[in-house]
């Protein structure tokens, strides 16, 4: 079979995928031309396959469905002993929030979000530093010309994320790095080869979905252990995982483009679920501290301590009021779950409002649809992006007025330009130190 003058891969399955306008990579029995999936379309074979019913996505043959169940990565696998179902979700007895797309609201109820929102805004000080680093681990593959624009960008993002890690010093001995939405794990592997030097590092990659082309492996071998918990965030308790009921270590939260709500999940995965280290409240940190979700099993005698958080946030429109830590900070502005609806979809205009399609799809390709069509007689293009970006420092710096409560120095700064990613603030924060500690670890040379 050929579509157009193209032929499939020797070797490799004959069924032209129309989605992906090409033939399917399969490897074929040899003898055959199509690959298991696509058995049933070959001429004289009889046999059928039919849609699983634990995930449509894949298909089995019919008289090998309950065989095939059995084994189905799909299905349910016993959970594991630091899952508990929903530690990290947020109370379930708060307001209910009005999730109602802008366009089904009037032109005088979006006036008065505006207005809430530029009330609101004065709370949030001087705008935001660029802090646009490196680090040296990742010089020689910035400066591999067979890296293409895309990969690139990430490398470019991953370096940055490391030289401001470094420069609060963050990268050290005594630590188990926990990346959040850990994906292919590429973040903690580069974090692994910063720290070569120093003793006693571990890495807990968190992800609730299987991931094919994981790093995992190069990783097998080496000092410390490298562990993966394939769990949801919202359901994993810290405080039971086994490596750090073994181990004596402080944790660092990392995460490149943690998504809307995973943000706030992993902040109280951290601090709600696990004991942070000492320190005196910041000045600024006026708010208090929300109540925990209850535990139905004992802690742990012994907890890790946070020593330090750096995650890059991203895609606000898919936040969540129930397990957003900032609720304090919006309620001391007049604000709840009503203007929280509005502004996390408002928060789309950001990255998604007249911008090149492939800026606008930045990660993954997700975005909230934009309301242009409905808001063109209200806004700009212009004032939408001002508005957006407005939306996501709001639900960002109620995020640091929840880590200042902890007794933690936070900051929300640029690590990169917007060319490279529209996403580009990092969330870190660090208990205070001396003053002299703070500058021996300024080590991060800036691009």
């Known amino acids: 079979m050929s579509v157009e003058g193209v032929s499939p891969i020797p070797g490799r399955c004959g069924f032209f995928v129309e989605r992906k306008r090409r033939f399917c990579k399969m490897i074929v029995r040899t003898g055959n031309s199509y690959c298991g999936e696509h058995a049933d379309v070959e001429n004289g074979n009889s046999r059928r396959r039919i849609p699983c019913p634990l995930d449509p996505k894949h298909t089995v043959f019919e008289e090998?469905?309950?065989?095939?169940?059995?084994?189905?990565?799909?299905?349910?696998?016993?959970?594991?002993?630091?899952?508990e179902q929903n530690i990290n979700a947020g109370s379930g007895d708060e307001e209910t929030l009005e999730d109602q797309a802008l366009e089904h609201r009037s032109k005088a109820a979006l006036d008065l979000h505006l207005e809430k929102l530029k009330a609101a805004a004065k709370a949030l000080g001087e705008k935001l530093e660029d802090s646009i680093l490196s680090h040296p681990v990742l010089t020689e593959q910035l400066d591999d010309p067979n890296n293409g624009d895309s990969a690139l960008k990430h490398l470019k993002q991953q370096a940055s994320i490391l030289g401001n890690m470094e420069e609060i010093g963050l990268l050290g001995s005594n630590r188990c790095f926990v990346e959040f939405g850990a994906g292919k794990g590429k973040l903690s592997h580069w974090i692994h080869?910063?720290?070569?030097?120093?003793?006693?590092?571990?890495?807990?990659?968190?992800?609730?979905?299987?991931?094919?082309?994981?790093?995992?492996?190069?990783?097998?071998?080496?000092?410390?252990?490298?562990?993966?918990?394939?769990?949801?965030?919202?359901h994993l308790d810290l405080g039971r995982v086994p490596l750090l009921m073994e181990t004596r270590v402080r944790l660092v939260g990392v995460g490149k483009h943690l998504c809307g709500s995973a943000t706030d999940l992993a902040l109280r995965c951290l601090f709600e679920g696990v004991a942070s280290e000492t320190a005196p409240p910041c000045k600024r940190g006026r708010y208090q501290e929300e109540p925990a979700p209850p535990s139905h099993q004992p802690a742990p005698p012994s907890r890790a301590e946070v020593c330090g958080?750096?995650?890059?946030?991203?895609?606000?429109?898919?936040?969540?009021?129930?397990?957003?830590?900032?609720?304090?900070?919006?309620?001391?502005?007049?604000?709840?779950?009503?203007?929280?609806?509005?502004?996390?979809?408002?928060?789309?205009?950001?990255?998604?409002?007249?911008?090149?399609?492939?800026?606008?799809?930045?990660?993954?390709?997700?975005?909230?649809?934009?309301?242009?069509?409905?808001?063109?007689?209200?806004?700009?293009?212009?004032?939408?992006?001002?508005?957006?970006?407005?939306?996501?420092?709001?639900?960002?710096?109620?995020?640091v007025c929840y880590l200042q409560s902890k007794g933690f120095m936070t900051k929300l700064q640029y690590y990169s330009t917007p060319q490279t990613t529209l996403e580009n603030v990092l969330l870190t924060a660090v208990p205070p130190q001396p003053a002299e500690h703070q500058e021996r670890t300024r080590g991060a040379s800036r691009e």
């Open 64 to 83: 090998q469905l309950s065989k095939h169940l059995q084994k189905c990565n799909s299905r349910e696998k016993p959970k594991p002993v630091y899952y």
């Open 309 to 399: 958080v750096a995650i890059a946030l991203c895609c606000h429109h898919r936040c969540a009021w129930r397990p957003y830590v900032g609720k304090q900070f919006f309620r001391d502005n007049g604000l709840g779950a009503s203007e929280f609806a509005a502004f996390r979809r408002m928060s789309s205009w950001a990255t998604c409002n007249g911008c090149p399609d492939d800026q606008s799809r930045d990660h993954d390709g997700d975005v909230e649809p934009s309301d242009k069509d409905i808001l063109n007689g209200v806004l700009s293009a212009e004032e939408r992006g001002r508005v957006g970006r407005l939306c996501k420092r709001l639900i960002d710096h109620g995020r």
């Open 193 to 234: 080869e910063a720290v070569k030097g120093h003793n006693d590092h571990h890495f807990l990659l968190v992800e609730r979905s299987s991931t094919r082309f994981k790093v995992d492996g190069k990783h097998q071998q080496a000092d410390g252990r490298f562990e993966r918990l394939q769990v949801d965030i919202q």
